[in-house]
């Protein structure tokens, strides 16, 4: 009888049924990871609520800063799990790091640039949007603020849903027009930075996707399609990194330190251009020495673009978490104000505790949310490789200075974005000139038919539609959505 339980049938049994078991525990295990995140995030609102509860103490208007302070955590969470993607992505994307080491390098890099160089002193109300004084009483203020804190907050969540990366920034600035206009009416609205925001809809991605093709463009010309690539890489890499260093250099000590340095824009240009010219000396042996015993195909070249991609993601985190954190917390800084001055006016600073309260919200929407719009930047829109991934930084870092020259409104997102989307379409155009200089040269060739050609995109459609959707919704979503709101609190209160 015994025997008998170790036929072959009962051993197929008992494999059915451990496929089974081991098929619902993967299952739960994928329902359960979403539920625990949001757990998760739950507990960290409640935390940050807390924390300013027993930072207030017992005083008088407490309750309205404690609530607005667990809407400011929930977009500061929201704000790691959709807008460090354009950061992390083209480096995941194109293996130069894990998912988990995106994760924490972002983290890391983050918070120390809300710390260490977040604006301590930001302009009312996202940058002018709305005449503080129209909104005539601090109360009107406060809800005001409150309903555009928590109206961009649920529009980045929904973005993130859907796998959308927009603009922070923009969906605060639409927060603040929708409950603006429902408490002052359209007068208060300073429409001239409303057509300024519109505008980089088209300028941001534009850029980004244009200097980022011209950069892949230079590579594969230069490099990629030599008879001799590993000769060409030992020239011209440590130059594009020189460049990619110089560049960050300047971003960064125009950008990103602005708060603790007062560094123009020609100073921050000499800075870049004097670091640039180190860097790409200090490149030249190290490249030489990178490149010995290299295959001479396209696929060795990517060892010498890893570490740059890897040090422009942090530092792309870096200036982030010193710009975008400030401007997605404004409205929580506002609030605090207010509420504890009586008073309101052009600017106001923004107390270290707020501040914390955005830094490790990012880093804890990161992790918890990230990977998602990770995935999505990195991989789902076109495929990325280092040297496509180091054009996508390079971009972002140079558009945001151009447009800096120039007094353009640009959102590092849409740039990014961008960015990405002009690599896929530049490879794309490249693949079909290059086919048909082929069949120039060769007409005996095989045909393929452009219906089959066409098929062979290299950017994935759904993905330019739902994004420049999203982009093109978030300023008047989030204005309704807050209008709504702000008419809530007030039948409310």
């Given at each position: 009888?015994?025997?008998?339980?170790?036929e072959p049938r009962h051993l197929e049994t008992l494999d059915r049924d451990l496929g089974r078991i081991n098929a619902l525990e993967q299952g739960a295990a994928r329902i359960g990871r979403p539920v625990a995140g949001k757990g998760a995030a739950f507990l960290f609102i409640a935390a940050a609520a807390l924390f300013a509860?027993?930072?207030?103490?017992?005083?008088?208007?407490?309750?309205?800063?404690?609530?607005?302070?667990?809407?400011?955590?929930?977009?500061?969470?929201?704000?790691?799990?959709?807008?460090?993607?354009?950061?992390?992505?083209?480096?995941?994307?194109?293996?130069?790091?894990?998912?988990?080491?995106?994760?924490?390098?972002?983290?890391?890099?983050?918070?120390?640039?809300?710390?260490?160089?977040?604006?301590?002193?930001?302009?009312?109300?996202?940058?002018?949007?709305?005449?503080?004084?129209?909104?005539?009483?601090?109360?009107?203020?406060?809800?005001?603020?409150?309903?555009?804190?928590?109206?961009?907050?649920?529009?980045?969540?929904?973005?993130?849903?859907?796998?959308?990366?927009?603009?922070?920034?923009?969906?605060?600035?639409?927060?603040?027009?929708?409950?603006?206009?429902?408490?002052?009416?359209?007068?208060?609205?300073?429409?001239?930075?409303?057509?300024?925001?519109?505008?980089?809809?088209?300028?941001?991605?534009?850029?980004?996707?244009?200097?980022?093709?011209?950069?892949?463009?230079?590579?594969?010309?230069?490099?990629?399609?030599?008879?001799?690539?590993?000769?060409?890489?030992?020239?011209?890499?440590?130059?594009?990194?020189?460049?990619?260093?110089?560049?960050?250099?300047?971003?960064?000590?125009?950008?990103?330190?602005?708060?603790?340095?007062?560094?123009?824009?020609?100073?921050?240009?000499?800075?870049?251009?004097?670091?640039?010219?180190?860097?790409?000396?200090?490149?030249?042996?190290?490249?030489?020495?990178?490149?010995?015993?290299?295959?001479?195909?396209?696929?060795?070249?990517?060892?010498?673009?890893?570490?740059?991609?890897?040090?422009?993601?942090?530092?792309?985190?870096?200036?982030?978490?010193?710009?975008?954190?400030?401007?997605?917390?404004?409205?929580?800084?506002?609030?605090?104000?207010?509420?504890?001055?009586?008073?309101?006016?052009?600017?106001?600073?923004?107390?270290?505790?707020?501040?914390?309260?955005?830094?490790?919200?990012?880093?804890?929407?990161?992790?918890?949310?990230?990977?998602?719009?990770?995935?999505?930047?990195?991989?789902?829109?076109?495929?990325?490789?280092?040297?496509?991934?180091?054009?996508?930084?390079?971009?972002?870092?140079?558009?945001?200075?151009?447009?800096?020259?120039?007094?353009?409104?640009?959102?590092?997102?849409?740039?990014?974005?961008?960015?990405?989307?002009?690599?896929?379409?530049?490879?794309?155009?490249?693949?079909?000139?290059?086919?048909?200089?082929?069949?120039?040269?060769?007409?005996?060739?095989?045909?393929?038919?452009?219906?089959?050609?066409?098929?062979?995109?290299?950017?994935?459609?759904?993905?330019?539609?739902?994004?420049?959707?999203?982009?093109?919704?978030?300023?008047?979503?989030?204005?309704?959505?807050?209008?709504?709101?702000?008419?809530?609190?007030?039948?409310?209160?």
């Open positions: 009888m015994a025997d008998r339980d170790f509860a027993l930072l207030l103490g017992g005083s008088g208007h407490g309750l309205v800063i404690v609530v607005a302070s667990a809407f400011g955590a929930y977009m500061a969470l929201n704000i790691g799990a959709n807008d460090v993607a354009n950061n992390m992505g083209p480096a995941v994307g194109a293996n130069a790091l894990t998912m988990g080491g995106a994760i924490a390098i972002a983290a890391v890099f983050e918070t120390a640039g809300a710390l260490l160089a977040g604006g301590d002193v930001v302009s009312t109300i996202a940058k002018g949007i709305i005449a503080p004084e129209s909104l005539g009483s601090v109360d009107v203020f406060v809800w005001a603020m409150m309903a555009a804190l928590l109206s961009s907050a649920l529009w980045v969540n929904l973005a993130t849903w859907i796998g959308a990366p927009v603009s922070t920034t923009h969906s605060v600035v639409g927060g603040v027009l929708g409950a603006g206009i429902a408490a002052a009416g359209f007068g208060a609205v300073s429409w001239g930075k409303i057509g300024a925001i519109a505008a980089s809809w088209v300028i941001s991605p534009l850029l980004g996707g244009v200097i980022a093709a011209g950069f892949l463009w230079f590579i594969k010309a230069q490099i990629i399609y030599r008879d001799d690539k590993i000769a060409a890489a030992r020239r011209w890499v440590p130059v594009l990194v020189g460049i990619m260093g110089g560049t960050f250099a300047a971003y960064l000590s125009m950008k990103g330190l602005k708060h603790v340095l007062s560094i123009g824009f020609g100073t921050a240009l000499l800075i870049g251009l004097a670091l640039g010219l180190a860097i790409w000396l200090v490149m030249i042996p190290v490249v030489r020495r990178q490149s010995r015993g290299l295959e001479n195909r396209s696929r060795s070249l990517k060892v010498l673009f890893g570490i740059p991609l890897i040090v422009s993601a942090a530092l792309l985190s870096f200036a982030h978490g010193a710009n975008d954190v400030a401007n997605a917390i404004g409205p929580l800084a506002a609030v605090v104000q207010a509420v504890q001055t009586g008073s309101f006016g052009e600017t106001f600073a923004i107390p270290l505790w707020v501040m914390l309260i955005g830094a490790f919200g990012i880093s804890f929407g990161l992790f918890l949310f990230g990977p998602r719009l990770i995935k999505v930047v990195g991989s789902e829109i076109t495929k990325l490789n280092p040297m496509r991934a180091y054009c996508v930084a390079l971009s972002a870092a140079i558009t945001v200075i151009v447009a800096s020259w120039f007094g353009l409104p640009v959102s590092s997102t849409h740039i990014a974005v961008g960015a990405v989307f002009g690599v896929g379409f530049f490879r794309e155009w490249d693949a079909e000139r290059r086919y048909r200089a082929a069949r120039h040269a060769a007409p005996e060739r095989p045909v393929v038919p452009g219906e089959e050609r066409r098929r062979r995109k290299l950017v994935r459609r759904a993905h330019v539609l739902t994004i420049g959707a999203a982009w093109i919704v978030t300023v008047p979503a989030a204005a309704l959505l807050s209008a709504a709101i702000f008419l809530l609190i007030g039948a409310v209160t």
